[in-house]
């Protein structure tokens, strides 16, 4: 049988952090200063990648920013990507293409999945194909940029916008230009 002894300092040190560590977590969250609402939309357009021109109202459709459901994206700190700089958050569009998070004032990054890691050259050269050609000095200079790069200051951001152009042909890959025959 326990030492009532032992049971009650086990008890006693169990309420000791149960209480001390709301307290600090609480503290960690005053240090960082108030959270700000931020909001926005994350959208798609698309090229034109038939034959003949279209009607003038096709092309106004492609050109017009729809909802892109889904799209996860991750918050850096600072105004440019580097491969040092960590995710702090991830934010994913719903339904609508909307998103919503709280953050501390502070300078932001949004950057896509292949720009959380060091660049992978090799990874991108895999998907080259006959007629796709990538320009790897344009791929590092779309790795270290932002999708979008926001400041919070002593307010909240509601009107992010994040818009992702689909090219012809390339999946959304960056850098990657098709090369191949014209389609009719």
């Given at each position: 049988?326990p030492e009532?002894?032992?049971?009650?300092?086990?008890?006693?040190?169990?309420?000791?952090?149960?209480?001390?560590?709301?307290?600090?977590?609480?503290?960690?969250?005053?240090?960082?200063?108030?959270?700000?609402?931020v909001s926005g939309s994350?959208?798609?357009?698309?090229?034109?990648?038939?034959?003949?021109?279209?009607?003038?109202?096709?092309?106004?459709?492609?050109?017009?920013?729809?909802?892109?459901?889904?799209?996860?994206?991750?918050?850096?700190?600072?105004?440019?990507?580097?491969?040092?700089?960590?995710?702090?958050?991830?934010?994913?569009?719903?339904?609508?293409?909307?998103?919503?998070?709280?953050?501390?004032?502070?300078?932001?990054?949004?950057?896509?999945?292949?720009?959380?890691?060091?660049?992978?050259?090799?990874?991108?050269?895999?998907?080259?194909?006959?007629?796709?050609?990538?320009?790897?000095?344009?791929?590092?200079?779309?790795?270290?940029?932002?999708?979008?790069?926001?400041?919070?200051?002593?307010?909240?951001?509601?009107?992010?916008?994040?818009?992702?152009?689909?090219?012809?042909?390339?999946?959304?890959?960056?850098?990657?230009?098709?090369?191949?025959?014209?389609?009719?």
């Amino acid at each position: 049988m326990p030492e009532p002894i032992n049971i009650s300092l086990k008890i006693l040190f169990s309420l000791f952090f149960v209480s001390i560590l709301p307290a600090c977590s609480q503290k960690a969250a005053q240090d960082a200063g108030p959270l700000y609402t931020v909001s926005g939309s994350i959208t798609q357009t698309h090229a034109y990648c038939g034959g003949i021109r279209p009607p003038d109202s096709q092309l106004k459709e492609l050109r017009t920013p729809r909802a892109l459901p889904g799209k996860k994206l991750y918050i850096k700190t600072g105004s440019e990507n580097t491969a040092s700089t960590q995710v702090i958050r991830e934010l994913v569009a719903d339904s609508a293409g909307h998103f919503r998070l709280q953050l501390p004032s502070g300078t932001y990054c949004i950057v896509e999945k292949e720009q959380v890691s060091k660049l992978d050259l090799d990874n991108f050269r895999k998907k080259k194909t006959n007629y796709m050609e990538l320009d790897e000095s344009c791929l590092q200079q779309w790795w270290a940029k932002c999708q979008l790069s926001f400041e919070v200051k002593a307010a909240d951001q509601t009107d992010l916008q994040i818009n992702f152009y689909f090219p012809c042909e390339t999946n959304g890959i960056p850098c990657m230009r098709y090369t191949g025959p014209m389609r009719q």
